[in-house]
């Protein structure tokens, strides 16, 4: 793990990222756009499973919502792969670091088991109960993120 | 309503003070000038930003943040002489926190040169 985490860090890759004048600030921002993607898309779909716009079909909400959630993460997580190889070995010991990446897995996660057709069989309290979850990990998930930035 | 945004707002101003510690920009230090003289220990530069660990005469270990690497190179800081062991001086602004040893360098005088980090801020 070490060497892997230490070959990451010493990568042409992150060597250019590293010293990087404009680069390194927009890969940051496409972080954001990532996450403002997934968070914006995933918001309205955790409030209707929550219950809220009934009215609104979730069929239709999720075949919009949903792919636009799936790019946001995977750019958010490409980003933040990139992010990371800059100072890999002291992001790794970060609990909050490891914290933040369970956190994604578990939102993640949560997200799949509620994919396509099946999610019109989840019985009600569940559907509310995933839709508070979710929206309770990715909102952790952005507050340990923005924290990250300021510990040393 | 009224009164769910009154208390919102006084849990945001509890909260602030504590994130406002952050290292990004001047709100976590304090007004006053400081100088720190001592000797490097550990450098770790690049982006986000750089930090050095300096060991002051007391024995106190500081950590220190510096800039960017497009920042040093302005300010003509050679990089390369940041290395552990050698002696330094930083002015800038500490922690607000009076027990946190941290700074952060405005000024960075190696070898009786000055150089300048932030040369529009007085």
Do not use: C
Request: aromatic fraction near 8%; charge should be positive.
């Amino acid at each position: 793990m070490e060497h892997l985490l230490a070959a990451i860090e010493g990568s042409a890759f992150a060597e250019s990222l590293r010293w990087s004048r404009w680069t390194y600030p927009f890969v940051n921002a496409l972080h954001v756009v990532g996450l403002a993607a997934l968070f914006g898309s995933i918001l309205p779909l955790d409030l209707r499973m929550l219950g809220l716009f009934r009215s609104v079909p979730l069929a239709g909400l999720t075949q919009t919502l949903r792919p636009v959630a799936a790019s946001g993460l995977a750019l958010a997580v490409a980003s933040g792969l990139a992010l990371f190889s800059v100072r890999a070995t002291e992001y790794a010991a970060m609990p909050l670091f490891r914290a933040k990446l369970a956190l994604v897995a578990f939102g993640a996660a949560n997200a799949l088991l509620l994919t396509g057709p099946r999610i019109h069989a989840v019985r009600p309290g569940l559907l509310r109960l995933a839709g508070a979850a979710s929206l309770l990990t990715w909102l952790a998930v952005i507050v340990a993120g923005r924290w990250l930035g300021y510990l040393d | 309503m009224r009164r769910r945004s009154f208390v919102a707002a006084l849990v945001a101003s509890a909260a602030a003070p504590r994130i406002a510690r952050a290292h990004h920009g001047w709100r976590w230090t304090e007004g006053a000038e400081f100088t720190l003289e001592g000797v490097i220990r550990e450098v770790r530069l690049g982006n986000p930003h750089g930090i050095l660990t300096v060991e002051a005469a007391d024995k106190a270990m500081w950590v220190v943040e510096l800039g960017q690497p497009w920042r040093h190179a302005e300010a003509g800081l050679p990089e390369a002489e940041l290395m552990p062991g050698v002696a330094i001086t930083l002015e800038g602004h500490r922690s607000a926190d009076p027990d946190e040893l941290r700074m952060k360098a405005e000024r960075v005088i190696l070898a009786g040169v000055t150089y300048d980090l932030y040369p529009d801020r007085s």
